[in-house]
């Protein structure tokens, strides 16, 4: 029998899901997982004007914890491999975008102001210490979301097979999961991990004028194209998420996809089948 | 004495007389047979096809979700085969290569070799979903 557990955590819902070994301590172990998912959040979050990461936008400098040194090591390393479709460094582009606040409070419409800040700023990690260029702040929302889901995973994977599922960014270990992506498609997963990466869902105005939280680190505003969002899968729910953002941008990734476009069509990639 | 008898004789007679007159007036010949409520029936018989249906759809759903578990059990045996394979393959090529660092190794090779999926990792599947991904 399959144990389910909700919770809300990083302005997303989340949702454990575990099929139990015998003997197992079910609901120690889905507590410990949702107790990593919001001590990561207090680590990771923008929102929070005591996280780690908070402190380290705010100082530019900072001696952190490893966690935080590693979700910065694969967001630099995602930057560089996707060509800086993904970029960190985007933290000003969504607050000019109007994403300023924790989403739940961003105004529906606001008043108009300028979109648009300059991204791809430096970003350094010597030892325990994380540099920032001056000027740049990073926004660790997705690619932390995914990390949080991977943790989580990692907490109950020994308690057998398993899902983690955080407002869409999805992975699992052992199992075998059916997963829906469209209306119409359903993908069983058994391994690895999916996310999704798209402009329809956290949208506003700004001044009459439609934004989204996806910023293309090209232009420093919120990107627009053929694609309406982009599920991608890998290896890991923050790899997931990476490609995911790399595709909804047009990156070229060799992975399973399914590609949603404007005007609905939906197109499989990468060996789907 | 003869009179006695006699009057004995006439009262039984009458009581007898006045039992079959009661039970007669008491079964209302007269009265015509109910006929049963039509909306009664027409309810009746409904209720009785809904039960068959129902029944009909609990063996239709019990039969597919037998389907998914064999199904399931297939999947999961050929996954735990499919991670055996892999541990041993990882643990030979492990013994077999001389010492690196994953991490580095990883940040090195180029984002299609690192992001290529070991054959169905995920599929599609005629199921219904259990969680959905979406933009998050």
Known sequence: ?273 | MTNHVARLYALGLALAVFFVSWATVAAKPWATTTQADPRVAALAARQQKLQRESALVQRIVQARYADYRVALARRQAQLAAAQTARSRSLASAAAAAPVASIASAASAAPVAQAAAPAPAAVRIVNLPPLVITRTS
């Open chain 1, 1 to 273: 029998m399959i144990l389910r557990r909700t919770f809300r955590a990083m302005n997303t819902d989340v949702e454990l899901l575990l099929d139990p070994l015998p003997g197992i301590d079910s609901e120690a172990v889905l507590v410990a997982a949702e107790a990593e998912f919001h001590r990561l959040e207090a680590l990771l979050s923008r929102f929070r004007p005591d996280s780690e990461l908070s402190r380290l936008n705010e100082a530019g400098e900072l001696a952190t914890g490893p966690e935080l040194r590693e979700v910065v090591a694969l967001a630099v390393a995602a930057r560089e491999r996707t060509g800086g479709r993904f970029d960190p460094t985007v933290h000003d582009a969504l607050v000019a975008a109007g994403y300023d606040r924790s989403f739940e409070h961003v105004e529906a419409a606001g008043p108009a102001r300028p979109a648009g800040a300059a991204c791809g700023g430096a970003v350094e990690i010597e030892g325990t210490t994380i540099r920032l260029g001056p000027g740049v702040r990073l926004d660790l929302g997705g690619i932390g979301k995914g990390y949080a889901v991977d943790r989580a995973c990692d907490v109950l994977a020994p308690a057998g097979a398993c899902l983690v599922s955080a407002g869409g960014d999805l992975a699992c270990r052992g199992g075998s999961w059916p997963v829906g992506v469209t209306d119409e498609l359903t993908v069983e997963l058994t391994r690895g991990a999916l996310a999704t990466s798209g402009r329809d869902r956290r949208r506003w105005r700004s001044g009459g004028e439609e934004r989204h939280h996806l910023i293309d680190p090209a232009t420093g505003v919120p990107a627009e194209g053929a694609l309406l969002r982009a599920t991608v899968w890998a290896d890991t729910a923050a790899e997931a998420e990476v490609l995911a953002k790399a595709a909804f941008l047009g990156a070229e990734v060799d992975v399973p996809r399914v590609l949603v476009t404007s005007d609905g069509r939906t197109v499989l990639e990468g060996g789907l089948a």
